[in-house]
């Protein structure tokens, strides 16, 4: 998945919107990984890495309390100050940590941040299976 930079854009300012497929199990979420849709040589390579990475990836509590914040209204700052407010100290730097595993979830293509990635349709705040 190609994005383009977002150079001196304030990740906290932006709202994150969920792309891939998930389900709640036992209090966690499992999300699933996209079908890579690029095409050309750099399709077959991203088709092969697919093939061979996990299809589905558990979240931790942590993480689980952040997917379900990502619903396209609130920005990373917002959901930030939800996550400490449930985790409290323990997080600290809490916006810090909460946009890595944000930045991390647009590189794995989990997540897009409209304006700036394709979103299809409205699916970012309601893709949901199960």
């Known amino acids: 998945m190609a994005h383009e930079t ?19 199990k036992d209090g966690r979420v499992v ?13 077959l390579a991203d088709l092969i890495s697919y093939w061979l990475s996990v299809p589905r ?9 952040t997917w379900l914040l990502l619903d396209g209204r609130r920005t990373v700052g917002e959901i ?14 809490v ?3 909460t946009g890595i595993f ?8 989990f997540v897009a941040y409209p304006g700036w990635d394709a979103v299809p349709g409205d699916r970012g705040a309601t893709a949901h299976s199960g």
């Open 31 to 43: 999300v699933r990984r996209p079908r890579p849709t690029t095409r050309g040589l750099r399709g």
């Open 80 to 93: 930030a100050q939800l996550v400490r407010e449930r985790f409290g100290d323990p997080l600290e730097p």
């Open 57 to 65: 990836i558990r979240l931790d509590e942590v993480g689980s309390a």
């Open 6 to 24: 977002l150079g001196n854009v304030d990740l906290l300012e932006l709202s994150p919107v969920r792309l891939a497929e998930w389900e709640e």
């Open 95 to 97: 916006e810090e940590r």
């Open 102 to 109: 944000v930045r991390t979830l647009r590189y794995q293509g």
